[in-house]
């Protein structure tokens, strides 16, 4: 199983600000089969990038996403008060497709 | 606009059964395949299982495998997840989620809002 570690787990910061989100698998993630998801509180996850660096349809470019192998990046490049949420990583390339633990954006 | 709709959760005891549905409309269902994810109260998301857009191929996690068996019925665009030997660490809010494909190797691109699912005595 493909054990992927979230850093950090918290991430405390002000609107505008730049936020930098770290997934770290324990083994190469075929075909940089990596997605991130962002959840808000009571609501279900919503997919932001696949396939390491595409972002899904309708999400702002203030997301981007790079990496491949065994380390990947979520960047917000200015946080608007909407993006404050937890971030989940996810590797689809090896059953069992495994999520990280999660990085929560918070207000600072 | 693609919907996801889980019904079926509720309390049950341990060892218990449980079956969940999820009804999908606003896409060719028959053309994706479909997942269950999990999550625990205040906990992160879990991988659950996977059947492929034909329901001829299915897979799962170790936590489930056994117990828990997936399935798609295309005539009436719904998924399934039939649980039994139901356990307290099966407490979750149980999503349904389509893949971008039809087969497994897929992220998924659209959730369900869930449904809770309680093991206790």
């Known amino acids: 199983e493909i054990v992927l570690t979230q850093s950090p787990g918290t991430l405390s910061l002000s609107p505008g600000e730049r936020a930098t989100l770290s997934c770290r698998a324990s083994?190469?993630?075929?075909?940089?089969?990596l997605a991130w998801y962002q959840q808000k509180p009571g609501q279900a996850p919503r997919l932001l990038i696949y396939?390491?660096?595409s972002r899904a349809t309708g999400i702002p470019d203030t997301f981007s996403g790079s990496g491949s192998g065994t380390d990947f990046t979520l960047t917000i490049s200015r946080l608007e008060p909407e993006d404050f949420a937890v971030y989940y990583c996810?590797?689809?390339?090896?059953?069992?497709?495994?999520f990280g633990p999660g990085t929560k954006v918070d207000i600072e | 606009e693609v919907q996801l709709l889980e019904s079926g959760g509720g309390l049950v005891q341990p060892g218990g059964s449980l079956r969940l549905s999820c009804a999908a409309s606003?896409?060719?269902?028959?053309?994706?395949?479909m997942s269950w994810v999990r999550q625990a109260p205040g906990k992160g998301l879990e991988w659950v299982s996977v059947?492929?857009?034909?329901?001829?191929?299915?897979n799962y996690a170790d936590s489930v495998k056994g117990r828990f068996t997936i399935s798609r019925d295309s005539s009436e665009d719904t998924l399934y997840l039939q649980m039994s030997g139901l356990r307290a660490e099966d407490t979750a809010v149980y999503y349904c989620?389509?893949?971008?494909?039809?087969?497994?190797?897929?992220?998924?691109?659209?959730w369900g809002q869930g449904t809770l699912v309680t093991v206790s005595s």
């Open positions: 989620a389509k893949a971008r494909s039809s087969g497994y190797f897929s992220y998924l691109d659209s």
């Open positions: 996810q590797q689809y390339g090896t059953s069992p497709f495994t």
């Open positions: 083994q190469s993630v075929s075909g940089s089969s």
């Open positions: 059947i492929n857009y034909s329901g001829g191929s299915t």
């Open positions: 396939g390491a660096s």
């Open positions: 606003g896409f060719p269902f028959s053309n994706f395949a």
